[in-house]
């Protein structure tokens, strides 16, 4: 048997204790605690929520070869703790108390405590004890900084209520945490789901392709959040992919503004995606909410997308065209595949580097689209980028920094329009300079507004954000 350890992590919390473990009781809380840089798929869950008995069984990607893990829940005091202990999976002991205590009236302490034991006895001690440890304040300096973090949010709208939002796209990076994020902030979410919906959870079923959708699914919600769009940035555009690219987003946004706008009951605001691609490469141009559309294919698909969403305004219903820069998330998009290229060694600028790439980090669009379901006074265009666009040979730079890796191998120019053609052109060498300035002056405060705190937040390059105790 290999030796016990003990390992804590402490940090303040602002909101009181029984809204801190109400949080942690709420369905999604295991996603929205999961570290963006090590995916943990969920493939089982049973028994009742964070209760005695309740177990979850989740597929590990730590390497090549996944890992199983089960989860069981084995204690809980209503109010101020539960405990999980593996029943298998990586580790060959771990018992996970997490602990909420009070620290004055609208205030409390996150306390989690962990007893584990490394697989292969002594020669686990030996050779990967140091590993555990720092994996462990990585997991839970995010664990603790995210949470701190959606507390304040959900709280600065709480007397606002809880809404039911449906959500497009659901199934997608952006749109399943989003899903998290809401649900445990304490609002209903219902899916729009392709193919057989279940009921039980409140998934709306709907064919974009086959122009069709439940109607009746939509009557009750207050919001609807929709995200769905094929990903621009796989492959060469051809002819084919192009359409697929536009109808993806057109088609879908039209039929759900038309069923909306049909709808008896309306919801208060749809919120529809967008990009920053609607300005096209403008140079060193700063864009606003009020610049004008570009030029090219992405521009194109933009101003028909946005046009989408007119039925549903003529229906009165307040309509957030979210335009989303580069979204900084180390589960997937651009960051997933410019990490996995720095972390080998062939990280660098592409093309000149001197292009502008306005980026924004996941939770920061999480952020505006909560800010924009409880603001009535933002409708439009609102940029979802971050108030520090870079250069991309910043970007580089600064990813080559947090990754400890060299970041001087350049992407010519001549090579990215030759292997990917257009799409290369528009998505890795074109310059857009797009500011929140809608955003900003609403008062909306950003997470994450400089990109190596960003990079570092969603890569797990940081220990900040709790106090730890090895034992």
């Known amino acids: 048997m290999g030796k016990p350890h003990v390992f804590e992590a402490h940090s303040q919390m602002p909101v009181p204790a029984a809204d801190l473990f109400s949080w942690h009781t709420r369905e999604g809380a295991f996603e929205r605690l999961s570290p963006p840089w090590e995916t943990a798929e969920v493939v089982d869950r049973s028994g009742d929520g964070i209760r005695p008995g309740a177990r979850v069984v989740v597929k590990l990607h730590l390497g090549p070869i996944p890992q199983r893990m089960v989860a069981e829940h084995t204690a809980y005091v209503e109010g101020s703790s539960f405990q999980d202990t593996q029943r298998e999976g990586p580790f060959a002991k771990w018992i996970h108390d997490h602990r909420m205590n009070p620290s004055g009236p609208q205030a409390s302490i996150l306390d989690d405590h962990i007893l584990y034991e490394l697989p292969v006895g002594a020669l686990g001690d030996t050779f990967g004890g140091g590993y555990a440890r720092k994996r462990l304040e990585r997991m839970f300096a995010y664990r603790h900084s995210l949470t701190r973090a959606d507390l304040r949010r959900h709280a600065q709208f709480a007397s606002q209520g809880p809404l039911t939002v449906a959500i497009g796209g659901a199934s997608g990076m952006l749109g399943s945490a989003l899903a998290s994020f809401l649900t445990t902030g304490g609002h209903r979410v219902k899916r729009l789901v392709r193919g057989r919906a279940n009921a039980a959870r409140g998934d709306i079923s709907w064919a974009p392709d086959k122009g069709t959708v439940d109607a009746a699914g939509l009557e009750d919600v207050d919001a609807v959040v929709h995200l769905s769009g094929a990903n621009v940035g ?30 008896t009951r309306k919801p208060r605001v749809l919120i529809c995606a967008s990009a920053t691609g609607y300005y096209g490469s403008r140079g060193d141009e700063e864009l606003t909410e009020t610049s004008s559309s570009g030029d090219g294919f992405l521009a194109d698909v933009t101003r028909q997308w946005e046009a989408s969403t007119k039925p549903a305004e003529d229906a009165g219903i307040r309509v957030v065209n979210l335009r989303i820069g580069v979204v900084m998330d180390a589960r997937g998009g651009a960051l997933a595949k410019l990490a996995l290229a720095t972390q080998a060694g062939g990280g660098g600028p592409v093309g000149s580097g001197r292009q502008w790439l306005s980026w924004v980090s996941l939770e920061d669009v999480l952020g505006l689209i909560q800010f924009s379901l409880f603001t009535p006074s933002i409708r439009g265009p609102l940029n979802a980028v971050s108030p520090n666009a870079v250069r991309q040979g910043e970007l580089a730079k600064v990813l080559g920094k947090v990754l400890h890796r060299p970041a001087v191998f350049p992407l010519p120019a001549a090579v990215v329009k030759t292997v990917f053609g257009q799409m290369g052109e528009e998505t890795l060498l074109a310059s857009t300079h797009a500011l929140p300035t809608v955003a900003q002056a609403h008062g909306f405060s950003f997470l994450l507004p400089g990109l190596e705190e960003a990079l570092r937040f969603t890569l797990g390059r940081t220990t900040d954000g709790a106090e730890y105790r090895h034992g």
């Open 234 to 263: 796989e492959g060469r555009w051809t002819d084919e992919r192009k359409q697929e690219i536009l109808k993806s987003r057109t088609e879908s946004t039209r039929l759900l503004c038309e069923t909306l706008a049909r709808n």
